[in-house]
């Protein structure tokens, strides 16, 4: 068995500082193909492209590492890398990131990064994605690269089943502050929006969208609590989104 | 107390069958308000949008019925809806179809409808997608308007928590051979992808997304199973996506 293959995707583009960092780390650990969007995804969700062809094109990206960006969403390019150059066969793993701010709670629901590695684990890869809680788009990514470079080591020699998908999120602190990882529950928070209204020079409204994040769990269990501790928290996710524990509620209902 | 207040969304677009069919079906069970997108949002799953304003602009629907399009997707709907139209209050139900196309098993992910659902449920505010077994944008709306209404009639009686997130999956017949209702699991199955690759008159590859559905399960509690015996198929959905389950041996390979 040769080098693990490796994809590696994001949201913020082929372009961003946080997949260089990435690919970087984990270049000693496998074979890297990267298949990014060309422009920044930030808030598509798990959206797919039906209605207009993709692209996708060979690119120069770091010495020794297969590129290429693509017009579509993260979803789209775990999609077509897996048909196209990996010619229906599945890579060993697929990370996505990482990405510039957090994804931790609620934001898993409109993270493109975490849309990438659900369509990973749909396609029965396993799949991780790093976010960092920074959205500097100039952050520095050496502690979290280094922490991307340690969790998938691990995650390589361990016997993971098909079902692996990890939500993992890292604080913006210096290595050596780093406390540790906690696998811990996604957090009930969520983000209280206000949406700012303008007139544009016709005279006609608009909206811009601003939000405050609120976190209403004081569970110490969660990705929230453990992040502000100082942890990286890892939160395994699952796409399967019965609500088993309200079936029977349900079924009362519509008797 | 007043009728019940009900926001009423979709993601094929204010101008889709599915849209008109639901709110004439639902405007016996209370006060409508509409805010829908402008233009089709299909595959968009759960994206919001961040980095340009959206607009909402008054528009004639159905006499008696207040409406608004909407430059955003289903999530930015009921955002809005819920930020500038009910002053940051909730409406008493969110309703968001009928869908042209099944939002069953794994297509719950990719699903702007389920995505408007589940953006008013982390809101707090009771919520229900519709969707109908036909991608026929023409299809007869006729058996679905009529179960949508006498599903959301039992589900306004009930003693519903805030939690309620129902996604409804309406087989495409005529009402009397349907079934009838069965609260089920989200069935394993998944699109099972192609890409045609094509080439451009510049000579530049481009690929179009092709897939077959396939159901790997074979569980009589899904909602993959009872759809295809005729019954209309309600699997409860949460937002809190960590897998319980897996948190033992996730531990394991980090300790």
């Given at each position: 068995m040769g080098k693990p293959k490796i994809l590696v995707t994001n949201d913020?583009?082929?372009?961003?500082g946080g997949i260089k960092a990435l690919v970087k780390s984990l270049m000693p650990l496998g074979k890297i193909t990267v298949v990014a969007p060309k422009l920044p995804q930030s808030g598509m969700g798990h959206a797919i492209t039906l209605n207009r062809p993709i692209r996708m094109k060979k690119v120069d990206f770091i010495e020794g590492v297969e590129a290429y960006e693509c017009s579509g969403t993260p979803a789209d390019c775990v999609k077509l890398a897996k048909s196209v150059l990996f010619k229906k066969k599945n890579p060993d793993l697929c990370v996505s990131g990482i990405n510039h701010g957090s994804n931790a709670s609620i934001n898993v629901v409109y993270s493109g990064t975490m849309s990438a590695a659900m369509e990973a684990a749909i396609e029965g890869i396993p799949a991780v994605g790093f976010s960092l809680?920074?959205?500097?788009?100039?952050?520095?990514m050496n502690a979290s690269a280094n922490i991307a470079y340690s969790l998938i080591k691990k995650i390589l020699n361990a016997d993971n089943g098909k079902n692996l998908l990890l939500n993992v999120n890292i604080p913006y602190m210096p290595l050596e502050d780093i406390k540790g990882v906690k696998v811990v529950r996604q957090a009930d928070a969520k983000w209280v929006e206000e949406y700012e209204e303008r007139e544009d020079p016709m005279g006609n409204k608009y909206y811009w969208l601003k939000g405050q994040f609120v976190n209403f769990d004081d569970r110490q269990d969660t990705d929230e609590f453990v992040l502000s501790n100082g942890y990286v928290s890892i939160v395994p996710i699952k796409f399967?989104?019965?609500?088993f524990e309200e079936i029977k509620d349900i079924k009362k209902i519509f008797d």
């Amino acid at each position: 068995m040769g080098k693990p293959k490796i994809l590696v995707t994001n949201d913020d583009s082929i372009h961003a500082g946080g997949i260089k960092a990435l690919v970087k780390s984990l270049m000693p650990l496998g074979k890297i193909t990267v298949v990014a969007p060309k422009l920044p995804q930030s808030g598509m969700g798990h959206a797919i492209t039906l209605n207009r062809p993709i692209r996708m094109k060979k690119v120069d990206f770091i010495e020794g590492v297969e590129a290429y960006e693509c017009s579509g969403t993260p979803a789209d390019c775990v999609k077509l890398a897996k048909s196209v150059l990996f010619k229906k066969k599945n890579p060993d793993l697929c990370v996505s990131g990482i990405n510039h701010g957090s994804n931790a709670s609620i934001n898993v629901v409109y993270s493109g990064t975490m849309s990438a590695a659900m369509e990973a684990a749909i396609e029965g890869i396993p799949a991780v994605g790093f976010s960092l809680l920074s959205w500097d788009e100039a952050a520095d990514m050496n502690a979290s690269a280094n922490i991307a470079y340690s969790l998938i080591k691990k995650i390589l020699n361990a016997d993971n089943g098909k079902n692996l998908l990890l939500n993992v999120n890292i604080p913006y602190m210096p290595l050596e502050d780093i406390k540790g990882v906690k696998v811990v529950r996604q957090a009930d928070a969520k983000w209280v929006e206000e949406y700012e209204e303008r007139e544009d020079p016709m005279g006609n409204k608009y909206y811009w969208l601003k939000g405050q994040f609120v976190n209403f769990d004081d569970r110490q269990d969660t990705d929230e609590f453990v992040l502000s501790n100082g942890y990286v928290s890892i939160v395994p996710i699952k796409f399967d989104l019965t609500a088993f524990e309200e079936i029977k509620d349900i079924k009362k209902i519509f008797d």
